[in-house]
T-cell receptor, first 116, second 111 residues
Framework: GAVVSQHPSWVICKSGTSVKIECRSL??????MFWYRQFPKQSLMLMAT?????????EQGVEKDKFLINHASLTLSTLTVTSAHPEDSSFYIC????????????FGDGTRLSIL | QKEVEQDPGPLSVPEGAIVSLNCTYS??????FMWYRQYSRKGPELLMY????GNKEDGRFTAQVDKSSKYISLFIRDSQPSDSATYLC???????????FGQGTILTVHP
């Protein structure tokens, strides 16, 4: 069964709206989660590393004030796209490293964000 | 130069064919090598992962890593239409750290 739950799966909203995306770890206590963005026909690009109880670490070129990340518990990280514009339309995917050593990450099913 | 290079294809093969998917990478620190399969509008699904150089087989899938040439491969035997998806290679320094993905190869297996 799924180990990572992501919600919502699809959201359409008007320009200027803020949108919150949730990523839940179902089987593992995750001190770290990752947020990726994928544009059509392109690969996944890491946006930021979400750290439980502390600030997220953002990749170069990602606006931290635009993409707010909160990791308040060991099972939940949220990504809020603030004042979204059409260029923010993309597929956002979270991943969770497992708690077992040498085991790769598990990904959520992604959130398709469409800004009109 | 990108850290991970992968031919985006698209690749179209008949059912039953052997498929070869490849990536090259430049970072010598990579020790873990993952292959993910991604269906349209879905998150990546882990297919195979290997540590360091060598081969690993799982059913119809075989992953190969040659660290000396920084070359990784995924072979699919007896390909099926259900294998039609985008295949992403993702080498990493650790299995639990951030991943650097290749561009992904779009594969279509036609009946």
């Amino acid at each position: 069964g799924a180990v990572v739950s992501q919600h919502p799966s699809w959201v359409i909203c008007k320009s200027g709206t803020s949108v919150k995306i949730e990523c839940r770890s179902l089987d593992f206590q995750a001190t770290t989660m990752f947020w990726y963005r994928q544009f059509p026909k392109q690969s996944l690009m890491l946006m930021a590393t979400s750290n439980e109880g502390s600030k997220a670490t953002y990749e170069q070129g990602v606006e931290k004030d635009k993409f707010l990340i909160n990791h308040a518990s060991l099972t939940l990280s949220t990504l809020t796209v603030t004042s979204a514009h059409p260029e923010d339309s993309s597929f956002y995917i979270c991943s969770v490293p497992t708690s077992y050593s040498n085991q790769p990450q598990h990904f959520g099913d992604g959130t398709r964000l469409s800004i009109l | 130069q990108k850290e991970v290079e992968q031919d985006p294809g698209p690749l179209s093969v008949p059912e039953g064919a052997i498929v070869s998917l490849n990536c090259t990478y430049s970072n010598s620190a990579f020790q873990y090598f993952m292959w993910y399969r991604q269906y349209s509008r879905k998150g990546p699904e882990l297919l195979m992962y290997t540590y360091s150089s060598g081969n690993k087989e799982d059913g119809r899938f075989t992953a190969q890593v040659d660290k000396s040439s920084k070359y990784i491969s995924l072979f699919i035997r007896d390909s099926q239409p259900s294998d039609s998806a985008t295949y992403l290679c993702a080498p990493a320094g650790t299995s639990y750290g951030k991943l650097t993905f290749g561009q992904g190869t779009i594969l279509t297996v036609h009946p």
